[in-house]
């Protein structure tokens, strides 16, 4: 039994929505899963409720039952020598990650008033213009949270299922700046030069568009874990690993998909 990934990565500063996240090499039996939780030791300056929860058979996320408080110290180790998987495999080592919970920077995407509020531990911080998803190609709501930073990304209309055809007025494929990653399905806040003054309309395909100055503003401002909640668009919210919108899962429904329930954590 192997680990291909554990979120987030050790000595980083986070954002208060940053789940631990573990994502396993290979399927684990439902029947192999509280053994598993067992293994998974949390220890934090502050304590506090939580639980882990299985997204699949191969991702498995902690998170209290609300955000961290700022300043609050994490680790965790996974003790998996010699725990089985269910299906025959058994884990040869341990793995962990140890991580400070940074500022509480929050910001809120009001998609029908074109706005974008940004906050720090309960200041505002900035208000920016911004164009979020049409009708058609709507944002997602909800609580996601910053997953990585990327100073170009090539956006291309294909690798997310929009359009295929260069001829399609729904059709792009260019590089642009500042991009603030929220979920794994393509979802940024970032510039675009196709929307290069925002707050006036709908301008994406799902993203959420800033200015030049803003998007470059909220690249360095973010970091991975920042909560960015976005309202008012039809689509609906973003599935909980979808990048890490662990928060868009009520607190029911998390219980529901854990092994071993909610405890609190050591100190």
């Known amino acids: 039994m192997h680990v291909e990934s554990v979120a987030p990565l050790d000595g980083t500063t986070v954002g208060v929505a940053m789940p631990i996240s573990i994502v396993f090499s290979q399927p684990v039996a439902a029947s192999a899963r509280k053994q598993i939780e067992h293994q998974m030791t949390v220890t934090t300056s502050v304590p506090v409720t939580g639980a882990w929860h299985w997204f699949s058979s191969r991702r498995v996320d902690f998170r209290p039952t609300t955000f961290w408080k700022t300043g609050t110290q994490v680790s965790m180790v996974a003790h998996f020598d010699h725990i089985g998987d269910g299906y025959g495999r058994y884990g040869t080592k341990a793995y962990g990650t140890s991580f400070t919970v940074g500022a509480d920077v929050e910001t809120h ?13 309960g200041r505002v911080l900035r208000r920016m213009p911004s164009d979020a998803g049409s009708p058609q190609w709507a944002s997602w709501d909800g609580t996601m949270a910053v997953v990585q930073k990327l100073p170009t990304v090539l956006m291309n209309s294909c690798t997310v299922e929009i359009s295929c055809d260069p001829h399609s007025p729904n059709y792009y494929n260019i590089s642009l700046p500042w991009d603030v990653r929220l979920t794994w399905s393509g979802t940024f806040v970032h510039y675009s030069s196709g929307d290069p003054q925002p707050g006036h309309s709908y301008g994406s395909h799902g993203c959420v568009h800033l200015s030049y100055a803003n ?19 039809p689509r609906g919210n973003a599935d909980g690993d979808n990048g890490y919108a662990d928060y868009n899962v009520t607190w029911q429904r998390w219980l529901a998909g854990s092994a071993l329930g909610p405890f609190q954590t050591k100190a």
Do not use: E
């Open 215 to 233: 998007a470059k503003w909220f690249y360095n401002l973010s970091k991975p874990g920042d909560p960015v909640v976005v309202s008012g668009s």
């Open 109 to 121: 995407v009001y998609v029908r008033q074109h706005v974008t509020v940004v906050t720090r531990d």
